[in-house]
């Protein structure tokens, strides 16, 4: 079974930056194109950025320009790069499938405080 397990989260002042990562189990990640998601207090999870077929990831409207999905292909890891950090994009951060169908990890919490 595919394992996702997520780090890097942590409490960061706004205006900074948190590099989140994901380490997927080998066969998963070749197979899989791999996206980030959040789920704040209170609300749904939302897709934040996904790796996709064409070249250009997609980021929501809220975090494009501030955080870019990639990946290390030798550590079976993708990575969240979150910057200009605002206290909306507080929430738990989980890795998944770019189509939300893979198992959920226990996320990583992320507090941006003002």
């Known amino acids: 079974q595919a394992q996702l397990v997520e780090s890097g989260g942590g409490l960061v002042q706004a205006g900074g930056s948190l590099r989140l990562s994901c380490v997927v189990s080998g066969s998963i990640f070749k197979s899989h194109a791999m996206a980030w998601y959040r789920q704040a207090p209170g609300k749904q999870r939302e897709l934040v950025a996904a790796?996709?077929?064409?070249?250009?990831?997609y980021y929501s409207d809220s975090v494009k320009g501030r955080f870019i999905i990639f990946t290390d292909n030798n550590k079976n890891t993708v990575y969240l790069q979150m910057n200009t950090l605002k206290p909306e994009d507080t929430g738990v951060y989980y890795c998944?499938?770019?189509?939300?169908?893979?198992?959920w990890g226990q996320g990583t919490q992320v507090t941006v405080s003002s």
């Open positions: 790796l996709t077929k064409s070249v250009t990831p």
């Open positions: 998944n499938f770019n189509d939300g169908r893979g198992p």
